[in-house]
């Protein structure tokens, strides 16, 4: 019962204000009560008790993680980001902390390509990538058989057009997805839509991307990241002066 849990925790919260030597309690009773409130869902009320948690104590990562969520799920993506990354800064930090920042930075470079008309491989998408890339390997080296984990990665890597890592990720997560369950069913489903896509590419449309991003990279003077999107290019048969 949420209700009644609010109410214990309202008076736990009297009590350890009154009690100097409890006060070290407060930022997790906060968090309990935002906790509380994400459930009903009162998005608003929660985001407010984490905040109130972090006045309480700065340092507290938990606060930051779950109010990151709480972003996540509003998506209110560079606050997620944000908070993620304060949480490992103050020692928080697992599996589920990775893949969320990872999902976030994923979710504001797709957001930035179908909402904003940006193109998806400007310097600014693939930077967005970049860190996507970085969070969800650090989450699979803590859970390397998570399906969630290797199917996010597989989406990212497509975003970053490294078809040779998805189409590594995807076959991960449809080994993965063994116990029959309907979400398993689900992802696995998808999984394979998706290797069927990347099994339709051709090298020049492999390649028009990679030269793509390279002059993207060229442009804002990260040159050992050009030359490489100019080599891979090259390598799938785009021979263009240019490059």
Not at 83 to 111: D, Q
Not at 214 to 237: F, L
């Amino acid at each position: 019962d949420i209700n009644r849990a609010l109410t214990l925790f309202g008076e736990c919260l009297d009590t350890v204000r009154q009690q100097p030597e409890f006060f070290k309690l407060m930022p997790s009773i906060y968090c309990q009560i935002g906790c509380c409130y994400n459930e009903l869902p009162n998005s608003a009320a929660s985001e407010n008790y984490y905040k109130l948690a972090i006045q309480a104590d700065p340092e507290y990562g938990p606060a930051y993680w779950m109010l990151g969520l709480q972003n996540s799920t509003d998506r209110k993506y560079d606050s997620a980001i944000t908070n993620f990354e304060k949480a490992i800064e103050y020692n928080f930090y697992n599996a589920g902390l990775y893949f969320f920042l990872a999902r976030s930075y994923f979710e504001n470079a797709r957001n930035s390509v179908m909402s904003n008309g940006v193109d998806d491989t400007s310097y600014d998408v693939q930077i967005d990538f970049y860190f996507a890339y970085g969070n969800v390997k650090k989450a699979l080296k803590i859970e390397p058989e998570n399906v969630l984990i290797n199917f996010l990665a597989a989406d990212i890597c497509f975003g970053r057009y490294e078809f040779d890592n998805a189409i590594l990720f995807l076959n991960n997560t449809v080994k993965l997805c063994c116990d029959g369950s309907e979400i398993y069913n689900e992802i696995k489903g998808k999984a394979i839509e998706k290797l069927e896509m990347a099994s339709s590419l051709t090298p020049l449309m492999k390649a028009v991307a990679y030269y793509k991003i390279g002059r993207s990279m060229h442009e804002e003077d990260e040159y050992e990241d050009a030359i490489s999107y100019y080599e891979k290019a090259i390598e799938n048969e785009y021979n263009r002066e240019e490059v």
